[in-house]
């Protein structure tokens, strides 16, 4: 593990175009369960698929109900010495921003600035009729006080949804084209906590890697890119980062 941390902070030291990339793994820490552990709030619900939050009413229902009630572990969350230390390195132009599949906020709330959040964020919602977008606490206040889901203040009656991609929907358009250039321009790819098992978002290593960047990946399990990984961080997000950090 010392050398693979010092190797990293060799190639981080050189890369001209590096980029993090990055899981529910880096949240855990801040106390947001990722998508496998059970227990967590993900593992309790049925899954509510685009398609009929579009169509049913109540199915809309359903969906506000459940992200009122996860509402509560994001809006506790801070960022943690992970999120921190990425947001020191963008800082210091060691990388060129972060791309994250997580819908916390808590890269924006460390202080990164260009952060590509390819599943959207939970921290806002938008109305799926007129594309307005809001902060959030105000909406799940409101259906935490009447159980009826807010319609769009802007258009009157559109439908809001947490500005999140769900199963079904499509990813931000815009969003994922940059990240793509990102992976094709990048030199160096760091995954962090993240069980590259999800697509899209895990092509974008595997094209940052097949462009000739070196990928470094650290996280405490398996993950589906280990085989074309350069190097393998096995443990935690946080204190990886900061002995990489310790070692620049
Ligand atoms: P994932 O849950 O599939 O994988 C997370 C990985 O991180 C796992 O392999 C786990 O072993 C590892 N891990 C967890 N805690 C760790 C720690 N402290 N140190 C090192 N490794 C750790 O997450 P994913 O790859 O991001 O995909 C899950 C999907 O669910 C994403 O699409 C995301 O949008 C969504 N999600 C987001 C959040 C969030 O915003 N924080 C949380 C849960 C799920
Ligand atoms: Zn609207």
Known sequence: VTSGIKLTALWLRRAKSAVVFTGAGISTESGIPDFRSPGGVWSKYRTVYFDEFCESPAARHEYWAQKTEAHVEFAAAE????????????????????????????????????????HGTAREVSCLDCNARFPVDPFVEQ????????????CRE???????????????????????????????VISVGSSLVVYPAAGLPELA??????????????????????????GSCGEALEAIDAAL
Request: hydrophobic share 40%.
């Open 79 to 118: 960022p943690n010495t992970g999120h921190r230390t990425i947001a020191k390195w963008e800082a210091q132009d060691r990388i060129r921003g972060v791309i994250t599949q997580n819908i916390d906020g808590l890269h924006k709330l460390a202080g990164s600035q260009d952060v590509l959040e390819l």
């Open 143 to 154: 259906f935490r006080a009447t159980s009826v889901v807010p319609p769009c203040p802007d």
């Open 209 to 234: 890697k097949r462009r000739g960047a070196k990928l470094v990946i650290i996280n405490r399990d398996e993950t589906g890119l280990d085989a074309i990984a350069d190097m393998l961080i096995e």
């Open 158 to 188: 559109g439908r809001l949804k947490h500005a999140t991609v769900s199963f079904g929907q499509m990813l931000p358009e815009q969003t994922l084209h940059r990240a793509q250039r990102w992976c094709e321009e990048a030199d160096l």
